[in-house]
């Protein structure tokens, strides 16, 4: 089969859908990779380093999306979106409640297209795909809280892990999931003051085990979020409900009420995020101040260390793609995982939770 790879074209997006092992992997197959020039330049690898593996660098973005098989990272923009072709297939994150001009343009072109999101292993949201960038985004959210809470960031002049005399920075997290939880090892690990609101008790169980004393865990509910919300000097939404826009659990009069200078860093923005004031923005672009807070709403954080980022998600996609690869259009028979990541298919929105998001979409 014939793949491509094109350049990630989001802003500051340095990640690439294959690495050069990746592209091994897939030669030893039997299958052809047209590597757009300079797609993995951002996370450290080169066109040589592409054709070393056996594949063939293609200089324009259209070589690269002519092909049986394409693999990205994020969603298509609208200047990609003269690339579509029918009975093509696109492996990419998609996250398509938050975009219906995305979700309208793959129905009209007959694309097959599958999102890492929505691949799901039998059991309680297992995402396996979703779960490396979750991790990496988690750790970032505190990363990047913690710089933007600095005074010449904008933010009030916080130090999150304190010092002795002074009280640590209060570390506040709207869902304990992937996101929520590993937030709260790096907070915990700076020295802050963490709370972790979940409307899952045993998922909040699960987290006493593994936290202890350390963070305090709260049912989610109006008034506990309220409460914590007043008082953190990060907040960061960390909500996921699959497939769907996210709730919106922080209202603006709930913003207007937290300290000045505080930072909310909402994970869930590329599902619409969970925080009433809150917009995407971008890595060029990327915060705001509203209501006297500072906003981050980044949708690809994890492009922010595409080495790492670049890695960890091909380790999760590969045998994905090496199957899709194979097998084509009949790996979603085989794969029941893999049947599930679809969200368009012959000029149709087929993934329940989208359609559920869009039911004028659905024929």
């Not at 989610?220 to 909500?239: C, F, M, P, Q």
Request: aromatic residues 6%.
């Amino acid at each position: 089969m014939e793949i491509g790879v094109p350049k990630e074209t989001k802003d500051q997006e340095f990640r690439v859908g294959l690495s050069p092992s990746s592209v091994r992997v897939l030669r030893e197959n039997g299958h052809t990779i047209f590597v757009q020039t300079q797609a993995g330049d951002g996370a450290g690898f080169t066109d040589d380093d592409y054709a070393s593996a056996g594949a063939e660098i293609v200089s324009t973005p259209e070589a690269a999306w002519n092909r049986e098989l394409v693999i990205k990272v994020k969603e298509p923009l609208v200047s990609e979106y003269k690339f579509l072709q029918k009975g093509q297939i696109l492996f990419t994150y998609l996250h398509l409640a938050a975009d219906r001009k995305l979700t309208e343009s793959l129905i009209d072109c007959g694309i097959c297209a599958i999102a890492y999101e929505t691949v799901e292993l039998p059991g309680a949201n297992k995402l396996p795909l979703l779960t490396p960038m979750s991790v990496i985004a988690g750790r970032l959210s505190v990363q990047f809280g913690a710089r933007f809470l600095e005074r010449q960031q904008g933010g009030r002049g916080v130090l999150l892990g304190g010092v002795p005399g002074v009280k640590p920075g209060k570390v506040v997290i709207l869902g304990g999931g992937v996101v929520g939880t590993e937030a709260a090892k790096i907070a915990v690990g700076m020295g802050a003051i963490v709370q972790i609101l979940d409307v899952n008790v045993e998922r909040l169980s699960y987290l006493e085990t593994l936290f202890g004393s350390r963070v305090e865990l709260l049912y989610s509910n109006s008034a506990h979020i309220e409460a914590a919300v007043k008082e953190a000097d990060l907040l960061i939404g960390a909500v996921l409900v699959l497939g769907r826009r996210a709730p919106i659990l922080v209202s603006r009069e709930l913003v207007k009420q937290m300290h000045p200078g505080s930072v909310i860093v909402d994970v869930a923005v590329d599902q619409g995020g969970c925080v009433e004031t809150l917009h995407a923005t971008s890595h060029t672009n990327p915060v705001y101040l509203e209501e006297g807070v500072v906003h981050y709403g980044v949708p690809n954080m994890p492009g922010a260390v595409p080495w790492t980022a670049t890695q960890a998600l091909n380790n999760s996609t590969l045998p994905y793609v090496v199957q899709l690869a194979n097998l084509g259009i009949k790996a979603l028979e085989v794969n029941p995982a893999l049947a599930k990541g679809v969200n368009v298919q012959n000029h149709r929105l087929v993934h329940p939770a989208v359609q559920e998001v869009f039911p004028d979409l659905v024929s």
